[in-house]
């Protein structure tokens, strides 16, 4: 029918509004092709996640929250546990920007268990992320000792065969806490492992890193 018609002769022209919408900021833009393209595909965790993040874009954080839940029952009758974990992942990063007084436990809740549902769908990549992020979380909050345990899971996870690149970043990363924290003899050890993980890569992030003050 014209409906149809309608809605595919433009889907095309609305995802990519709801793209420069994102992030050229044009939240309201985008919110309008997001809810166009669900009128045509209902149940599409895609476009509910899209919508989330406009509206947490906005500020609108409850509300964000509500349409990422929407999307992880979609994705959760779909068996998409990636899926699932990434709107977790998300959903931590809207609680940085909350000023409820319970937003720190939710974003440790939401990364734990995006880490665990990576964990779960054997994406070791987004599952280091995932406790990168927790890391971060604790150096945040000043707990030093498990900020370190983290960076060390997320290390150990990177061991598998194959994540050289995770390894690099994390190690990179975990130098950078040294660093902050006037470590520079532990700060160097890491950044040195990150140069070793890109170099074995042959990726020209290690000789980036090499040639930097921090590890030069």
């Not at 992020?133 to 030093?144: M, N, P, T, V």
Request: charged letters at 25%; one cysteine or more.
């Amino acid at each position: 029918g014209d409906e149809s018609t309608y809605v595919s002769d433009h889907k095309f022209a609305n995802i990519a509004n709801i793209y420069v919408g994102l992030y050229e900021n044009d939240l309201a833009h985008s919110q309008e092709s997001i809810a166009f393209l669900m009128r045509g595909s209902p149940d599409n965790p895609a476009l509910e996640e899209s919508m989330a993040e406009a509206l947490g874009k906005e500020g609108h954080i409850v509300d964000a929250v509500t349409e990422f839940q929407r999307a992880i029952k979609t994705y959760q009758s779909q068996n998409n546990t990636n899926g699932i974990a990434e709107c977790y992942l998300k959903m931590a990063d809207l609680m940085t920007g909350s000023k409820s007084s319970d937003s720190k436990p939710k974003q440790l809740k939401y990364l734990k268990e995006a880490g665990r549902l990576y964990k779960q769908a054997g994406n070791v990549g987004q599952e280091v992320e995932a406790n990168l992020e927790i890391a971060q979380y604790f150096s945040g909050l000043g707990d030093g000792r498990k900020a370190v345990d983290y960076f060390r899971r997320a290390l150990e996870i990177c061991n598998k065969p194959g994540n050289k690149r995770a390894k690099g970043w994390v190690a990179f990363n975990f130098g950078d806490y040294y660093y902050l924290h006037n470590q520079p003899e532990k700060a160097l050890k890491y950044h040195q492992q990150a140069v070793a993980a890109f170099g074995a890569m042959g990726s020209k992030a290690g000789d980036a890193l090499e040639a930097s003050a921090l590890v030069g």
